[in-house]
């Protein structure tokens, strides 16, 4: 992808800039299961949406997250959170995800669909034992049927139908 | 960043290049791996698995390095950062082969650096490679970016100070200098600034007493000393109770404050207030029989308390002394220039900065003597220690009056001096007034000069001698400390 040398840009705009297109590719180009919509308001704002994947708790859903580009994107990670209510041991009550790629182990050379395919993994792969939700974490320990069943459960309730 | 803290590491970095015939800059990310103890790299290196070495510290073992396909260097790739395509020759890698634009280094270098705050542990841009980023890298990548360059240089030099045991940053106020030794030990060392300093504590150089008991001594100073000067000076304990009684006004006349004991007792004497009967105010019974009692009782109570003044006060008077050696200078300064100005020369004149210098050296080394002897268990080498101590407090106080006050009257104060002086009053007279009338004479300038140069080193000799007792004593096991310094 070619993209115009824009001149006084300083290195981070300059990489900003032409990080930027990969979002577009992201809108222009989706993954299967994956969908982004660039906010009207603000470019750096998205809206996505996850589909629940096969065999897991949360397959028939539709999950609705949240996108932002900090200002030091792509040095520092993007902010996503999941706005659907969801019930899983590494997601929040405020849909705060436990990610160590949305963290410490962010590599600027990480593109939007690697991180939202990782988000999409980890509905297929709770990980109870590094947990944000830690009451979910505990029943999926303790008694895991029953907290795929609850998953299920919230996956109907809040994630199905408009 | 101080000079030789930079040659200092290059230092390091060759000899460790020297021995594995690695590049410079794989070197010092070892040696920074291992602290920068060359001897534990070396003997890893030897007796270990390398290829688990060069994982352990996140380099790529340099033998092993990929050969670069120089075909291949003029073409396009596309950095992964930002997905511009440059000529494959134009990106920046490390050795693991993950390269990516300038644009793209100078930002997240800038990220790391500058909002992170991290130097010596930069790592590959490239998602879950651990591949450590060296100083040429970096450096190279950095030009043009003086700020960020320097910042980085700092966390280098930094993580330097702070990985290596035999380095250390120079305690002195506004000191920005490092200082290196050679074996890891508590010894006195000395700053280029002038400061000297205990290796192993970083509080100035304290020798005879060791690390340990200076920390405790001067923990118990924090802890007592506003407390107990006071409670000296203005408190007595009720000869009854104990109980701590601050005397409130002139009058001598005291009832205790404890409401179980209400003992009325005198100030002046401790003893028992009643018999003292109309005399009001005043005390005659300074002798008598009870009072004496309960004034040695009172002191056998208060005997720690005034055996810790004892030694706090004379540690701090050579602290307080400490204070007055820049102006102590600053005069010794002038009197130099005074000498020149009689004949001597540049040379001939240095006897007296010498002097000042020896002066201070005594005194500080006399200040800690003070938190050696209170602690020391009594025995005959302790009264021997004890004898040093005083001959070098003597010889000391000697110096210095010479070197703070006679030396005024001996030479004449620079006003008044430079005048008359054809009198040929000749050799050492000691009386100060006929030595002012005859300073010009170079033979009293030489006998001054002879005199300080005495005393000077006899300061000397006696420190020395004082100090080889103590540690002849430490080698041969003969002190022995009391905690509570009692
Ligand atoms: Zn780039
Ligand atoms: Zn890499
Ligand atoms: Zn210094
Ligand atoms: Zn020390
Ligand atoms: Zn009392
Ligand atoms: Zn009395």
Redesign the pocket.
Known sequence: MRVPFAAGLTADQFVAAFKYVETQRLVAEPVPGISAEPDEQNARYFGIKIDGPHESPFEGGVFRLELFLPEDYPMAPPKVRFLTKIYHPNIDRLGRICLDILKDKWSPALQIRTVLLSVQALLSAPNPDDPLANDVAEQWKTNEPAAIATARQWTRQYATGK | MPKDIISTQIQAIEDVNNIFQIPPSTARILLQFFGWDKERLVERYYDGDQDRLFEEAHIINPHKLPRQDSNTEHKEMTCEICYVDYPRKDMT??????RFCRHCWVSYLQSKIMDEGTGEKI????HQ???VADEVTISHLLQGHPEIQARYEFFVAKAFVQGNKLVKWCPAPGCENAVRVNTVEARPVKCKCGHAWCFGCQQPTHEPVHCPTLKAWLKKCADDSETANWISANTKECPRCKTTIEKNGGCNHITCRSLNCKYEFCWSCLGAWEPHGASWYNCSRFDEKDSMQARDQHSRSRVSLERYLHYYNRYHNHEQSQKFEQQLFAKVDKKMEEFQQRGMSWIEVQFLKKAVEVLCLCRQTLKYTYVFGFYLRKNNQAVIFEDNQKDLEMAVETLSQYLEQDMDSATGSASSSSSSSSSSSSSSSSSAATTAQATSNPTVLADIKQRVLDKSQYCESRRKVLLDHVQDGYEQGVWEFDAAGN
Do not use: E
């Not at chain 2, 790592?123 to 490239?126: E, M, V």
């Open positions: 890698g490390l050795p693991c082969n993950h790592t590959c841009p490239a490679c651990p591949i």
